[in-house]
């Protein structure tokens, strides 16, 4: 005999959950983190701030690498968060693999024009 009553629940997706609750809250800490050491960099800097004074803040080679963590942090947590939109409103397959890529690409692009930004000073 087959029961006919209640609801039936369908799982469906990538079950990404916990890990992509946990990745967005880590990257999130890191960014906070490493606005709280700009600010104080910020708030140590004596007089006006111009461009050299920005040059100076991020000439350390410490400063270069929270800044690629952080730079590294963004763009996962930006894909994460992209990703689980895509994932939640865009049905068709074949146009969320469109987005995908394009959002993956823009991404790519970004860390690289941050890196390019950061290691030219």
Not at 5 to 11: D, F, I, M, T, W
Not at 26 to 48: D, E, S
Not at 70 to 78: C, D, P, Q, Y
Request: hydrophobic share 60%; with cysteine; glycine share 8%.
């Amino acid at each position: 005999m087959a029961i006919t009553y209640g609801s039936k629940r369908l799982s469906v997706g990538a079950h990404y959950g916990l890990r992509d609750w946990l990745v967005q809250r880590l990257t999130a800490i890191v960014m906070a983190l490493f606005t709280i050491v700009l600010l104080i960099q910020v708030i140590a800097t004596k007089g006006p701030i111009g461009y050299e004074t920005w040059a100076g803040i991020f000439a350390s080679q410490w400063m270069k690498s929270i800044t690629f963590a952080t730079l590294v942090a963004l763009i996962w947590h930006a894909w994460v968060g992209v990703r689980n939109v895509w994932m939640d409103y865009i049905k068709p397959d074949g146009l969320r693999l469109v987005f995908y890529l394009v959002t993956i690409f823009w991404l790519v692009a970004c860390a690289g024009w941050g890196i390019q930004v950061l290691w030219r000073l």
